[in-house]
Each structure stands twice: as structure tokens, then as C-alpha cells.
């Protein structure tokens, strides 16, 4: 390929499958060899409020996954330590040189007394010099040998930063205004020329929301100097190349991202709303479970699925709950809700087990929406019975009637003390006229016979579901569910009419239901 293309990178939303992209292609290209640094979003580093320190402790990050991934072979000298398998040998080996220099050294004590033995009979000039010869060889050999290993060794520690002395600190470099990668650039040089990589994939950077460009900015800065530094070292040996797997909202302008990177490659995602379903009824299939859940409620839940990932383990997730299913809880439609709630808001479905959260509040109000639904529907009943009441007092029987009794009224307003003309023009005679129609029209025992449908319908509503108990004028209520010393009230995200369309398709198609949720809710 272009070897002027050395910072990469491979653009897509979450979930879209870049690292799918990315080891795919390694799989095809056994020749090239790949290290994966993966940041994922830990609590421990998004944590962090200084600034500063947050970065660092990314930089820090990524160095620690390059350590643990490079060949101790390939970076002997480096400064980073890292727990190494102890040699045996090689444990046996020094043992056995620093036993010889003790023998050395006691044989060098006693020279009189050895000096004396090679005066005797039993020891000839000849063999006493070689001995003494080979031993002061062998003595000085195996010095040279071990004062090397201490350089060595002493080379590849961390250089003194500071010395504490009595009054006061003195310092030996000022770190304090530099970036992880900055402090430790020779031993981070080292490492990326020496490692023997084609390339190194930063996946998941863009998970830390508040991760600095100063980050992205410094790791481009490493792959240039590492690369000027390979070709000092064989102009021959081929760069090495930073691959970043990133979403397109870490840079707020697209010159940032054109400056940034050599080359990029956009992910079009497997799968979004529009396709999800197919996906889903594909993986059902397979698992021979498809038939087993409504089309219906596949078909609308899709439409809030958009990642791959999700969905197959969602599918994974079911095949193991529904073998699990008791005689008594056998809707794998309500199964399927619960999964794709647990998967989707893994922290409320947590507080549902233990009774708390959000659509634990929002199911709880069953009860008072029946209460509510109760009183109105109640409050209809007396209105139809004040209405038949009003009719059948009526004395009237025509309009015609009414008419002879208004002009009457007008006339001769002295001999009606109840009302004045206007007032009972404008009070009266509008229910008079009413009952007089309904009468004619015969409402009164369509009257009777809402009142009756009515009180059925009074009679069963603590009965019904919390599905057929919402509607428009109570909606709001139900899923604007906020609760004092609750999770959910502190946590707005579900209650975002945005983000809550799955609750209420859940709840409205009665997919999770009060009555029946906790039957399934003891699987997990």
C-alpha cells in the first residue's frame, strides 16, 4: 500500500462494526502482524474530574496495553517493567558465578598458604601458575560480566525526577507541564521501533466523552517519530501505522478531521431500524424460537433496534430464559420485552428486580390511574342521571310549547317572581329545549342503557390492565413517572420523550405488564 498513509482512520456510528472491519481484514492477512489497544468506557477514567489528569491517565491507558502486547524479546532494554516468568537456568547460571567469585576471592586470601602448597612436592610450579592463571581469568571474566548486567540494568530504570533533602527538594526535570507520552517519549520510541508491527488499532477512544484532542494530537505526533526513527534504524523496514476506530462526533469540524488523518475509510452499518427486523426474524429462525413470538410485536420492537450486537444477544439471551419458562408464565412475547429492556437499560431493569426505578414507578401506577379512571367514569354517571332526572321533569312536551311559555315570560314578566325574562332565556330555557328534544327523540332510554354500560364498566376497571386504563388525557402522567429518593428521578433519561418510546410501546401493546412482569422477572 501507500506508505505516506500512516495515520487511518475508520469512521462510523456505535455498533456499526468497525473493529468487525478492521479484524476481518487481519484474518485475511496473516503476513501482517496487529496490536489492539481498546479503551472501553470505565468508570474509573471517566471518573476523573482534572482535566489534566484525566488524559494522562488515557495516555497512560494505551501505553500499558502496548507494554503488555509487545515480545519481551523484542524490547529487552525497555524501562517499562512487567512481571517476566522466572528462568531457572538462568536463576542457576548467576548463582554459579557468583559462587565462583566467592571461591576467587578466597583463593586470592589464602595465596601464602596456596603459595606454600605450590612449593611442595605434590604441587609443581608449572600447574600451580596455570590454576592461578585460569582462576584470575575466569574471575575477572565473570566481574566484567555482572558489572554489565548492573549497567544495564541501571540503564533501563526510571531516571531520578527529585531529591528530597533536608531543607527543601531539588529537582533534577520538570515533568509537571508535560503529557504521559511527552515524559516517557524515548522509552515509548523505543517500544513502537522495536515491537516488529504493521499496525496499532486504537479502538473505543471515543467512548470518553471528555477525552481531549490533545490526546489524538500526541499519538499522531508518536507515529511520526516513530517512523523517523524506523527508517534511521532500516530504511528498508515498512512504517508502521496507527489505525483509529472513531466516531465521526469527536471532531466538531471536518477540516479537523481531514488535517488529522492520512486516510479515511467510512463503516456503513449491518444493520439500522429499517433492516433490524429481518435481522431479528433471521436469527429467530435459526434458532428455530421464531414462531414461538408474535410478527406484530417483532415488527414494532424493531424499529428501537439499530445494533447488531444487541440484537444477536438479545436472540442468545432468550434461547436460555425460555427453556425456563414455568406452566404458569408462558408469553414469550412478555419473555422478549423484559430481554430487550435488560439489554437496553441494563440499570433500570436492575432496579426492577429490586423494586425500584423507573418502570417499577411507572407500573405501579396502576392503582391510582384506577382510582382517577374510576372517579371520572363515576362522575359521567351522575351527569347522565342529573340529565334523565331533568328530562323526565319535564312538563313540557313540544317546542311549540316552550315557545307559547317564553313569549308568556316576555309579556307578562310581573307574574313570574323565579327568574327575570333574561335570565331565564339564557338559563332555563337552553336544558328546557334539551329535555323536550330528548324526549322526542326517544333519549331517554338510550340514557338509561349508557348508565348501565357504564356501571359495568365501573365494576371492572380495577380489573383491567394498565394498557387499556392510559390514554391522552393521562399518558403524560404515566410516563412522566418522578418519584423523590428514587434513582429514577435523579436519572431523566427515560423520562425524555425521546428516549422513552420503547417503555410506552412496551406498556401500551401490554408486552410487560403489571399484573404478570414479576412471573418472569424471577428468571433472571
Same mark, same amino acid.
Given at each position: 500500500?501507500?506508505?505516506?498513509?500512516?495515520?487511518?482512520?475508520?469512521?462510523?456510528?456505535?455498533?456499526?462494526?468497525?473493529?468487525?472491519?478492521?479484524?476481518?481484514?487481519?484474518?485475511?492477512?496473516?503476513?501482517?502482524?496487529?496490536?489492539?489497544?481498546?479503551?472501553?468506557?470505565?468508570?474509573?477514567?471517566?471518573?476523573?474530574?482534572?482535566?489534566?489528569?484525566?488524559?494522562?491517565?488515557?495516555?497512560?491507558?494505551?501505553?500499558?496495553?502496548?507494554?503488555?502486547?509487545?515480545?519481551?524479546?523484542?524490547?529487552?532494554?525497555?524501562?517499562?517493567?512487567?512481571?517476566?516468568?522466572?528462568?531457572?537456568?538462568?536463576?542457576?547460571?548467576?548463582?554459579?558465578?557468583?559462587?565462583?567469585?566467592?571461591?576467587?576471592?578466597?583463593?586470592?586470601?589464602?595465596?601464602?598458604?596456596?603459595?606454600?602448597?605450590?612449593?611442595?612436592?605434590?604441587?609443581?610450579?608449572?600447574?600451580?601458575?596455570?590454576?592461578?592463571?585460569?582462576?584470575?581469568?575466569?574471575?575477572?571474566?565473570?566481574?566484567?560480566?555482572?558489572?554489565?548486567?548492573?549497567?544495564?540494568?541501571?540503564?533501563?530504570?526510571?531516571?531520578?525526577?527529585?531529591?528530597?533533602?533536608?531543607?527543601?527538594?531539588?529537582?533534577?526535570?520538570?515533568?509537571?507541564?508535560?503529557?504521559?507520552?511527552?515524559?516517557?517519549?524515548?522509552?515509548?520510541?523505543?517500544?513502537?521501533?522495536?515491537?516488529?508491527?504493521?499496525?496499532?488499532?486504537?479502538?473505543?477512544?471515543?467512548?470518553?466523552?471528555?477525552?481531549?484532542?490533545?490526546?489524538?494530537?500526541?499519538?499522531?505526533?508518536?507515529?511520526?517519530?516513530?517512523?523517523?526513527?524506523?527508517?534511521?534504524?532500516?530504511?528498508?523496514?515498512?512504517?508502521?501505522?496507527?489505525?483509529?476506530?472513531?466516531?465521526?462526533?469527536?471532531?466538531?469540524?471536518?477540516?479537523?478531521?481531514?488535517?488529522?488523518?492520512?486516510?479515511?475509510?467510512?463503516?456503513?452499518?449491518?444493520?439500522?431500524?429499517?433492516?433490524?427486523?429481518?435481522?431479528?426474524?433471521?436469527?429467530?429462525?435459526?434458532?428455530?424460537?421464531?414462531?414461538?413470538?408474535?410478527?406484530?410485536?417483532?415488527?414494532?420492537?424493531?424499529?428501537?433496534?439499530?445494533?447488531?450486537?444487541?440484537?444477536?444477544?438479545?436472540?442468545?439471551?432468550?434461547?436460555?430464559?425460555?427453556?425456563?419458562?414455568?406452566?404458569?408464565?408462558?408469553?414469550?412475547?412478555?419473555?422478549?420485552?423484559?430481554?430487550?429492556?435488560?439489554?437496553?437499560?441494563?440499570?433500570?431493569?436492575?432496579?426492577?428486580?429490586?423494586?425500584?426505578?423507573?418502570?417499577?414507578?411507572?407500573? %405501579? &401506577? =396502576?392503582?391510582?390511574? #384506577?382510582?382517577? $379512571?374510576?372517579?371520572? @367514569?363515576? +362522575?359521567? *354517571?351522575?351527569?347522565?342521571?342529573?340529565?334523565?332526572?331533568?328530562?323526565?321533569?319535564?312538563?313540557?312536551?313540544?317546542?311549540?310549547?316552550?315557545?307559547?311559555?317564553?313569549?308568556?315570560?316576555?309579556?307578562?314578566?310581573?307574574?313570574?317572581?323565579?327568574?327575570?325574562?333574561?335570565?331565564?332565556?339564557?338559563?332555563?330555557?337552553?336544558?328546557?329545549?334539551?329535555?323536550?328534544?330528548?324526549?322526542?327523540?326517544?333519549? %331517554? &332510554? =338510550?340514557?338509561?342503557? #349508557?348508565?348501565? $354500560?357504564?356501571?359495568? @364498566?365501573? +365494576?371492572? *376497571?380495577?380489573?383491567?390492565?394498565?394498557?387499556?386504563?392510559?390514554?391522552?388525557?393521562?399518558?403524560?402522567?404515566?410516563?412522566?413517572?418522578?418519584?423523590?429518593?428514587?434513582?429514577?428521578?435523579?436519572?431523566?433519561?427515560?423520562?425524555?420523550?425521546?428516549?422513552?418510546?420503547?417503555?410506552?410501546?412496551?406498556?401500551?401493546?401490554?408486552?410487560?405488564?403489571?399484573?404478570?412482569?414479576?412471573?418472569?422477572?424471577?428468571?433472571?
Amino acid at each position: 500500500g501507500n506508505e505516506d498513509l500512516r495515520n487511518i482512520a475508520i469512521t462510523g456510528n456505535f455498533g456499526s462494526g468497525k473493529s468487525s472491519v478492521i479484524r476481518s481484514y487481519a484474518e485475511k492477512h496473516k503476513d501482517l502482524s496487529f496490536i489492539y489497544v481498546s479503551l472501553a468506557h470505565f468508570e474509573g477514567v471517566s471518573g476523573e474530574t482534572d482535566k489534566e489528569n484525566y488524559d494522562v491517565n488515557v495516555e497512560e491507558k494505551i501505553i500499558n496495553h502496548l507494554v503488555q502486547q509487545i515480545p519481551l524479546k523484542n524490547v529487552p532494554d525497555s524501562g517499562f517493567r512487567i512481571k517476566r516468568t522466572f528462568n531457572r537456568w538462568g536463576g542457576i547460571w548467576l548463582a554459579i558465578r557468583i559462587a565462583m567469585l566467592f571461591c576467587i576471592m578466597a583463593y586470592l586470601n589464602s595465596w601464602a598458604t596456596m603459595y606454600e602448597l605450590q612449593n611442595s612436592e605434590i604441587w609443581s610450579w608449572f600447574t600451580g601458575t596455570i590454576v592461578t592463571a585460569s582462576i584470575l581469568c575466569v574471575g575477572f571474566t565473570d566481574t566484567v560480566s555482572l558489572i554489565y548486567s548492573i549497567v544495564k540494568s541501571l540503564n533501563t530504570r526510571k531516571k531520578i525526577k527529585s531529591l528530597k533533602l533536608q531543607n527543601g527538594t531539588l529537582e533534577f526535570s520538570d515533568q509537571s507541564e508535560k503529557s504521559y507520552f511527552d515524559q516517557h517519549l524515548d522509552e515509548i520510541l523505543y517500544l513502537l521501533s522495536e515491537a516488529k508491527v504493521d499496525a496499532i488499532v486504537f479502538e473505543d477512544i471515543d467512548r470518553f466523552e471528555e477525552i481531549d484532542l490533545k490526546v489524538l494530537e500526541h499519538l499522531r505526533e508518536l507515529c511520526t517519530l516513530a517512523n523517523d526513527r524506523i527508517r534511521i534504524i532500516d530504511a528498508k523496514r515498512k512504517p508502521i501505522r496507527f489505525i483509529y476506530l472513531i466516531g465521526d462526533h469527536v471532531f466538531e469540524q471536518h477540516t479537523d478531521r481531514t488535517k488529522f488523518f492520512d486516510y479515511m475509510i467510512p463503516v456503513i452499518p449491518v444493520v439500522d431500524a429499517s433492516n433490524s427486523y429481518a435481522k431479528m426474524r433471521e436469527f429467530f429462525e435459526k434458532s428455530g424460537d421464531y414462531e414461538k413470538l408474535s410478527d406484530r410485536f417483532l415488527r414494532g420492537l424493531c424499529l428501537y433496534l439499530d445494533d447488531l450486537r444487541t440484537i444477536k444477544n438479545i436472540v442468545n439471551e432468550f434461547q436460555i430464559y425460555n427453556s425456563k419458562l414455568s406452566r404458569t408464565a408462558k408469553d414469550f412475547n412478555q419473555l422478549l420485552a423484559l430481554i430487550v429492556y435488560k439489554n437496553i437499560y441494563p440499570d433500570d431493569f436492575s432496579d426492577l428486580q429490586q423494586g425500584r426505578g423507573y418502570l417499577n414507578g411507572v407500573l %405501579s &401506577q =396502576k392503582t391510582s390511574i #384506577s382510582e382517577t $379512571e374510576i372517579k371520572r @367514569v363515576e +362522575t359521567e *354517571i351522575d351527569e347522565l342521571k342529573k340529565k334523565l332526572e331533568t328530562i323526565n321533569k319535564e312538563t313540557l312536551v313540544s317546542a311549540a310549547e316552550l315557545e307559547a311559555v317564553s313569549k308568556e315570560r316576555q309579556s307578562y314578566p310581573n307574574r313570574f317572581k323565579d327568574y327575570s325574562y333574561n335570565e331565564w332565556i339564557n338559563r332555563v330555557y337552553p336544558i328546557r329545549s334539551e329535555s323536550i328534544k330528548a324526549r322526542s327523540d326517544n333519549d %331517554s &332510554q =338510550k340514557i338509561r342503557t #349508557s348508565i348501565v $354500560e357504564k356501571q359495568k @364498566v365501573l +365494576t371492572h *376497571i380495577r380489573n383491567r390492565h394498565l394498557s387499556d386504563l392510559i390514554n391522552d388525557s393521562n399518558e403524560a402522567t404515566v410516563f412522566g413517572y418522578k418519584k423523590e429518593n428514587d434513582k429514577a428521578a435523579e436519572d431523566t433519561s427515560l423520562r425524555d420523550k425521546n428516549d422513552n418510546q420503547l417503555v410506552e410501546f412496551f406498556i401500551k401493546n401490554g408486552f410487560i405488564d403489571e399484573t404478570t412482569y414479576r412471573d418472569y422477572i424471577a428468571l433472571f
